[in-house]
């Protein structure tokens, strides 16, 4: 065997023990000690509560306990109470998480006592006294997310321009289905000025794609900065809470480990 071969074994091993190990450590059970083990999950416009399922799965086997909240989309007053109910159900701390549309929900409804941080996935984080619509001005406009409205009032994503717009990184079979199952939102709940800002007063995380369609990535990065929140980048479109679930998972713990850390101090 040659020394060039040699070497190129070596480091294939090398590799896989680091991979093994990355995957070890992710699937450990968090410590007894953990100050918290809550979880609770927002979904955003034009979902529902089952794109977490990677999420959940992957948060469960460690040993959170996860709550998938479902939104009405009525209006941001009665998201805001359906996360409440959820928040009202935990037996301790929680680390609230919202993606898109469900990180205005968060920001409003993090000021809950039990929220001990937050984390925005591809997320709006507006201030208190904005709106949701606010966050765009200044940004530019995200042409392939097209979103059209019916008589009513409420919006979806165009079906001809879904998969490009919303989730371009999953198979045609799964986008279809998202297609074809998207939840329309009360567009009036984007007007909505919010009462509070949690961001302000709880530390946060964001994960940012940064192949997502729905925001221009200047935008996603100023709401990130904004609200100082320690920001991971992965390469994934809006709907990394499914395609990139490990990477979200791993946050959430990484969350949810510093602020149990500081707790004991």
Do not use: C
Request: proline content about 3%; aromatic content about 8%.
């Amino acid at each position: 065997m040659t020394k060039i071969t040699n070497s190129v074994v070596t480091a294939a091993i090398a590799a896989a023990a680091i991979s093994s190990a990355v995957s070890a450590a992710a699937s450990e059970p968090i410590p007894a000690n953990q100050a918290i083990k809550n979880v609770v999950l927002v979904h955003g416009a034009f979902a529902d509560g089952s794109g977490w399922r990677g999420v959940y799965d992957n948060l469960s086997k460690r040993g959170y306990r996860v709550t998938i909240v479902q939104n009405p989309l009525t209006s941001l007053e009665d998201d805001v109470a359906a996360t409440k109910r959820a928040l009202e159900r935990q037996d301790g701390p929680v680390i609230l998480v919202g993606h898109s549309w469900g990180g205005t929900i968060i920001t409003e409804a993090g000021v809950d006592a039990k929220v001990a941080g937050l984390v925005y996935v591809s997320a709006l984080s507006p201030d208190a006294g904005e709106t949701t619509a606010q966050q765009y001005q200044g940004f530019a406009p995200a042409s392939e997310f097209v979103i059209e409205t019916t008589k009513d009032g409420f919006g979806y994503v165009s079906p001809t321009k879904f998969k490009d717009g919303f989730a371009h990184d999953v198979s045609d079979a799964d986008a279809a289905f998202m297609r074809d199952s998207q939840v329309s939102i009360n567009m009036s709940a984007f007007g909505t000025k919010l009462q509070n800002a949690a961001w302000r007063s709880k530390p946060s995380w964001a994960v940012i794609a940064t192949e997502d369609k729905a925001f221009d990535q200047a935008m996603l990065i100023h709401m990130a900065e904004r609200i100082k929140a320690k920001i991971t980048k992965v390469s994934a479109s809006h709907a990394l809470f499914m395609t990139q679930s490990d990477v979200v998972a791993d946050t959430i713990d990484q969350a949810a480990k510093a602020v149990s850390a500081r707790a004991q101090r």
